[in-house]
Structure formats: structure tokens, C-alpha cells
């Protein structure tokens, strides 16, 4: 089957970094994602890693090892607005995505 | 990036009437569209997939005859809440992948159901 872990909360303050983890346990793999999540709205597209390795965009960052069954998203330099809930998405052997239960990262000024 | 509108928003509907969400992908063709329901402080469940043309599949323990998907075009999809009941009150959201690609899942922007 399939698992996937990542903490539920996590405080940072602004300006600062915070690395947020997820790791998972599956017999397929094509990939994981990393969404972000506004109260009341629907995810945006962060991330996307299927190579081991750190894929850098602006502020975010994401990281994966496929071995290890472990990824992380760092943000830089944190904003107010950063404060929201980041999914972590495995995509499976059939393509279809397996969600984690989100960390809710709140930031503090 | 790509576009995937819905529609409504949000939809306020009596106990036992049926309401219906459109998922429509603006500027590009999705031959795969995802439903998934949200409950407060809770992460996406997926309800079903929905294929341009062949029935949905969904997931276990979603009613079937209760959720109707309808994927008539390569643009749009259908959720119907039929006989609805205070209890299906969520936030629905869906999802839809660009013909031929792996990678990139567009989100609607959700309909937030709230049934009395």
C-alpha cells in the first residue's frame, strides 16, 4: 500500500526558513508533488520531483530522495502570505495522486 | 499556465435537491478530470476520475448513484450531488491533466456546498 507522513503544523517567523518534510512508503512511484493551500481555496502547483535531487524556484525549493522515501520544501525568506497549508502528493503507478494530510505553517511577524 | 474554471463557487441548496458543479478546462484539452471533496481541516479525498467519454471511476465508498460524473467533452466535466443531505456539505474541487502529460495537475477554483 501506500502511506504518506508530513507533520501537522509548524510555526516559523517571517523572514526566516522553514523546511517542511514528508516521507512515503509506495510500490510505485512517478513522482511528488508539493501543493499550496489557502483557507477556503482550492491548491496551487509548487513543485514537481521525480529525480533525486533539489529543484529550486524563486523562494521555494524542493527536494527529493527516491531511496530514502523522503522529500522536503524549504522556503526562504518568509512571508505573511506564505502562512497556509502545503500538501505533499505522491503520484502513483497509475498515475493518480495520493495525498498527505497537509502541514499548516503558520507565520509569526 | 493552464486554466481550469468552476463552477459555482458556492451553492447554498435545500435537503434532497440536486446540485450540479462544472469543471471546465479553458485552453487546453483534459482527456482525465479529477473530483475530490474537503473537509474542514482535513486534505483532499479524491471521489472519482473521470474519463472524456467512458463511465467514472471511483473511489471506494463513494456512492456512485449519488455523485453522477459526466465527462461528455474533452473540456468539461460534471459533478452532480443528487438528494442532497446536510452531510455532503464540503468543499468539491476539481482537477484535470492536459491531454498526454504526466506531470501537472490544474485546480478548479472549488465549489463550497453547503446543503440545510
Known amino acids: 500500500g501506500q502511506n504518506i507522513d508530513q507533520p501537522t503544523e509548524m510555526t516559523a517567523t517571517e523572514g526566516a526558513i522553514v523546511q517542511i518534510n514528508c516521507t512515503y512508503q509506495?510500490?510505485?512511484?512517478?513522482?511528488l508533488f508539493w501543493y499550496q493551500q489557502h483557507a477556503g481555496e482550492a491548491p496551487t502547483f509548487l513543485s514537481y520531483?521525480?529525480l533525486d535531487g533539489l529543484e529550486e524556484k524563486g523562494r521555494f525549493s524542493s527536494f527529493l530522495s527516491r531511496s530514502k522515501g523522503y522529500s522536503y520544501l524549504l522556503l526562504k525568506e518568509l512571508q505573511m502570505k506564505d502562512s497556509a497549508s502545503y500538501l505533499c502528493?505522491?503520484?502513483?503507478?497509475?498515475?493518480?495522486?495520493?495525498w498527505g494530510a497537509g502541514t499548516k505553517l503558520i507565520i509569526k511577524p | 499556465g493552464a486554466v481550469v474554471s468552476q463552477h459555482p463557487s458556492r451553492v447554498i441548496c435545500k435537503s434532497g435537491t440536486s446540485v450540479k458543479i462544472e469543471c471546465r478546462s479553458l485552453?487546453?484539452?483534459?482527456?482525465?478530470m479529477f473530483w475530490y471533496r474537503q473537509f474542514p481541516k482535513q486534505s483532499l479525498m479524491l471521489m472519482a476520475t473521470?474519463?472524456?467519454?467512458?463511465?467514472?471511476?471511483?473511489e471506494q465508498g463513494v456512492e456512485k448513484d449519488k455523485f453522477l460524473i459526466n465527462h461528455a467533452s474533452l473540456t468539461l466535466s460534471t459533478l452532480t450531488v443528487t438528494s442532497a443531505h446536510p452531510e455532503d456539505s464540503s468543499f468539491y474541487i476539481c482537477?484535470?491533466?492536459?491531454?498526454?502529460?504526466?506531470?501537472?495537475?490544474?485546480f478548479g477554483e472549488g465549489s463550497r456546498l453547503t446543503v440545510l
Open positions: 482537477s484535470a491533466r492536459s491531454a498526454g502529460e504526466v506531470g501537472e495537475l490544474f
Open positions: 485552453d487546453f484539452q483534459a482527456t482525465t
Open positions: 473521470s474519463n472524456e467519454g467512458s463511465k467514472a471511476t471511483y
Open positions: 509506495t510500490s510505485g512511484f512517478n513522482g
Open positions: 520531483n521525480v
Open positions: 502528493a505522491l503520484m502513483d503507478s497509475n498515475y493518480q495522486l495520493i
